[in-house]
């Protein structure tokens, strides 16, 4: 990195987070720079782009499911690393990411080796993956909800899960009115799970 340092975006609700992140990157040479949610990191996208995007998944406001998929449309030569506490182990399904680390569960000497492997293969892709569907938020709670990213403005809005087996559903953005299609499907730990098409 001789010469030049890669520009980091850090994107995460937690301050503590992004300051020790802001300071661990910086630490290994990285320009970092941080954004609170889906929206700030958007307005720093504005100003220069990152060589990468380090984003948690759930943030109030606009999600990370979210951002990543306005990022992997927009800015597909911009590498993105998903973190989250949310999901043990794998990552969730429908998300648009190049890596997935849980939190609690990676050292940062496994997130800088990622980091420079990714940057390694940046910006020229094998392939550049466009999704067919729009991710979508699964928040986990009592009643159970979907939370849709329209395939058309890229904005989000809920809807209501339903018990069941798998089903092709259908609903208008309430944005811009497009019909979203989406399958929504029981997961074997009884939670739901919704994919747009």
Same mark, same amino acid.
């Given at each position: 990195m001789a010469g030049f340092n890669f520009r980091i975006l850090v994107v995460d609700d937690d301050p503590a987070v992004r300051d020790i992140s802001s300071a661990l990157l910086s630490s290994k040479g990285y320009e970092v720079r941080t954004a609170r949610d889906g929206f700030e990191a958007l307005v720093e996208l504005r100003g220069a782009l990152p060589d990468m995007i380090i984003s948690d998944l759930k943030m109030p406001n606009m999600s990370g499911f979210e951002l990543l998929s306005v990022i992997r449309r927009r800015f597909p030569q911009v590498a993105v690393i998903a973190i989250s &506490?949310?999901?043990a182990g794998t990552a969730p399904s429908g998300l648009i990411a190049d890596a997935f680390f849980s939190k609690s569960d990676y050292s940062p000497e496994q997130l800088f080796s990622k980091i420079a492997e990714l940057l390694e293969h940046f910006p020229l892709r094998p392939h550049i993956f466009k999704p067919d569907h729009a991710p979508v938020w699964v928040p986990r709670n009592a009643e159970g909800y979907f939370v849709v990213t329209c395939t058309e403005c890229l904005r989000s809005f809920s809807v209501p899960a339903q018990k069941g087996? *798998?089903?092709? +559903?259908? /609903?208008?953005?309430? #944005?811009? &009115? /497009? /019909? *979203? +299609? #989406?399958l929504a499907e029981a997961q074997r730990t009884g939670e739901n799970e919704a994919k747009a098409s």
């Open positions: &506490g949310e999901y087996e *798998v089903q092709l +559903r259908e /609903a208008d953005c309430i #944005f811009c &009115g /497009a /019909a *979203v +299609r #989406f």
